[in-house]
T-cell receptor, first 114, second 115 residues
C-alpha cells in the first residue's frame, strides 16, 4: 500500500525567508502527488498537483514543488514566506486504480515569525 | 458556484448516541469521498462513492460506521453507538472523475466531539 511521510512536524520560519517542506512517498509506480494547505478552522485547499511531465510544478500563492523520482520525493518550496502562510501543509498521494482516494502525510505545521 | 458544504459544522454528543453527518457535494460532481482528521491518526480515507454506489469502503474503522448517498448527490455518514475515539473532524470531498486525476474539493468539515 502507498504511504506518505512528512518528516517535519513543525517548522518555524521568519517572514520573508524561504520555506521548504519535505515529502516522501512509497508506491510502486509514479502516483499522483498533491500538496494541500489547511488554515486554522478551514478546510483543505489544493496548492498544486503533479501528474506527469515537467517535474517542477507551480501552484497558487507562490508555491512550487519538485518531483524527484529517484528520491521518491515531492518537496514544496516558497522563496519568500508571508505571515499568511502560517498553516498546516499536507502532502498526499492519489492512486487512480484505487478510485483516486488520497493518502495523506502527517502534515507539517508552519509558524511564521515577524 | 457553491463549494462542498457539510452540516452540522460542530456536533457534540454523548457516548453511545448515534450521529449523522451530511455532505452536499458540488453540483455535477459524481465522485464523493469521506475522510477523517484526528489527532492520533492524521487524515484518513473512510469511503468513496461513485454515483450512489460505494466501490471502496476500506477505510471505515468499524461496523458502527456507515454511509449512503442518494440521487448521486447528498451523502450521509452515520456513526452508531459513538465512542470517544470517534471524536475528530470529518471531511467530505467531491470531484469529477475522468481520464486524468481530478481535483478533490473539500468541505469545511464537521467537528464531532463525543463526551
Amino acid at each position: 500500500a502507498q504511504s506518505v511521510t512528512q518528516p517535519d512536524i513543525h517548522i518555524t520560519v521568519s517572514e520573508g525567508a524561504s520555506l521548504e517542506l519535505r515529502c516522501n512517498y512509497s508506491y510502486g509506480a509514479t502516483p499522483y502527488l498533491f500538496w494541500y494547505v489547511q488554515s486554522p478552522g478551514q478546510g483543505l485547499q489544493l496548492l498544486l498537483k503533479y501528474f506527469s511531465g515537467d517535474t517542477l510544478v507551480q501552484g497558487i500563492k507562490g508555491f512550487e514543488a519538485e518531483f524527484k523520482r529517484s528520491q521518491s520525493s515531492f518537496n514544496l518550496r516558497k522563496p519568500s514566506v508571508h505571515w499568511s502562510d502560517a498553516a498546516e501543509y499536507f502532502c498526499a498521494v492519489g492512486i487512480k486504480a484505487a478510485g483516486n482516494k488520497l493518502t495523506f502525510g502527517g502534515g507539517t505545521r508552519v509558524l511564521v515569525k515577524p | 458556484g457553491a463549494g462542498v458544504s457539510q452540516s452540522p459544522s460542530n456536533k457534540v454528543t454523548e457516548k453511545g448516541k448515534d450521529v449523522e453527518l451530511r455532505c452536499d457535494p458540488i453540483s455535477g460532481h459524481t465522485a464523493l469521498y469521506w475522510y477523517r482528521q484526528s489527532l492520533g491518526q492524521g487524515l484518513e480515507f473512510l469511503i468513496y462513492f461513485q454515483g450512489n454506489s460505494a466501490p471502496d469502503k476500506s477505510g471505515l474503522p468499524s461496523d458502527r460506521f456507515s454511509a449512503e448517498r442518494t440521487g448521486g448527490s447528498v451523502s450521509t455518514l452515520t456513526i452508531q453507538r459513538t465512542q470517544q475515539e470517534d471524536s475528530a473532524v470529518y471531511l467530505c470531498a467531491s470531484s469529477i472523475p475522468g481520464l486524468d486525476y481530478n481535483e478533490q474539493f473539500f468541505g469545511p468539515g464537521t467537528r464531532l466531539t463525543v463526551l
